[in-house]
């Protein structure tokens, strides 16, 4: 199972749980709250004991018996419900396009380079959706991107392996949320399948 307080995790990602817990007790509301999240997590994929730990991490790519992604699930929090992921891919690597539903993302690369790109849709009058592609920026290690609820995305790795550490307001899974298929169907998804995966 994935962590729950009762065994210590390394240092610094205690320390970035204890500062959001305390950013969820203040009352800090959204979108302040993921902004803050934003700088906490640009120190947390910065540290030199959770890098040299990554490099053992496995990929989490598509189980076919599941039919979805995978993240590896490091927290939840059993009081305020945000969770740690990490998501590793081979080198380029890609994830299909689609939106969080209605969950916060806090998105920060540590190793690797990805492509990061956002599209604005559009509802036509038979039901489908048409995607287009709106904002595209590259990302490397110590970059965080900020994904708003129902913001429609995908990431591309580059030439080396990449891994993202994903702070999610809630588990994926336990919400609804949309792939967008290349023939503009849009279509409900479960979201990634959550692997437990310690960070001792």
């Keep these: 199972m994935p962590d729950d307080g009762s065994k210590p995790m390394l240092p ?9 817990r305390r950013v969820f007790a203040d009352g800090i509301p959204e979108p302040e709250r993921w902004e803050i999240c934003r700088e906490y997590l640009k120190e947390l994929i910065a540290n030199s004991e959770l890098k040299e730990h990554a490099k053992s991490w496995p990929i989490t790519g598509y189980n076919p018996k599941t039919d979805r992604v995978q993240n590896l699930l490091f927290y939840e929090d059993k009081d305020y419900g945000f969770v740690i992921n990490a998501l590793i891919k081979n080198p380029g690597g890609s994830a299909m396009v689609h939106d969080h539903g209605s969950a916060w993302t806090i998105y920060g690369v540590l190793a690797g380079e990805e492509r990061i790109v956002h599209f ?18 590259y990302c490397g290690p110590g970059d965080v991107d900020v994904v708003k609820p129902w913001l429609i995305h995908s990431e591309y790795a580059g030439e080396e392996k990449s891994i993202a550490v994903i702070v999610r307001s809630k ?11 290349e023939n503009g169907e849009r279509v409900i998804i479960k979201g990634p399948e959550q692997v437990p995966y310690s960070l001792f």
């Design 12 to 20: 610094a990602v205690e320390a970035f749980i204890d500062r959001m």
């Design 120 to 137: 604005d849709s559009e509802e036509k009058p038979d039901g489908c959706f048409l995607t287009k592609e709106s904002h595209s920026e």
């Design 171 to 181: 588990k994926s899974g336990t919400f609804k949320q949309y792939r967008y298929l």
